[in-house]
Nanobody
Framework: QVQLVESGGGLVQAGASLRLSCNAS????????MGWFRQAPGKEREFVAE????????AYADSVKGRFTISRDNAKNTVYLQMSGLKPEDTAVYYC??????????????WGQGTQVTVSS
């Protein structure tokens, strides 16, 4: 069992940076790939980024490639999402998830409660 808690969201202006953190409880964190997803009002949850269990591979949605960076520290049971060059269209609730490497949310077993990111123009 893995419990996930996100933090670091907030209200920022366009062009700003934010770093989201997701802290996991449980000793099995390092076994799982980790993903970040987001959901804007009235829209489906969408893939943002993923990272392999060992941090050896990452993937990003085209919409965030070059602006966002996912990383993890297995010693701290934490995964990060560094976001720069934020745009108003990045506004959403951001969720971290633990599961299998995939851009499909159905491949993830555990989810956090989400953290709100709002980008003003």
């Amino acid at each position: 069992q893995v419990q996930l808690v996100e933090s670091g969201g907030g209200l920022v202006q366009a062009g700003a940076s934010l770093r989201l953190s997701c802290n996991a409880s449980g000793r099995t964190f390092s076994r799982y790939a980790m993903g970040w997803f987001r959901q804007a009002p009235g829209k489906e949850r969408e893939f943002v980024a993923e990272i392999r269990w060992d941090g050896g591979g990452t993937a990003y949605a085209d919409s965030v490639k070059g602006r966002f960076t996912i990383s993890r520290d297995n010693a701290k049971n934490t995964v990060y999402l560094q976001m720069s060059g934020l745009k108003p269209e990045d506004t959403a609730v951001y969720y971290c998830a633990a599961g299998q490497v995939s851009s499909n949310p159905k491949s993830y077993y555990y989810w956090g409660q989400g953290t709100q990111v709002t980008v003003s123009s």
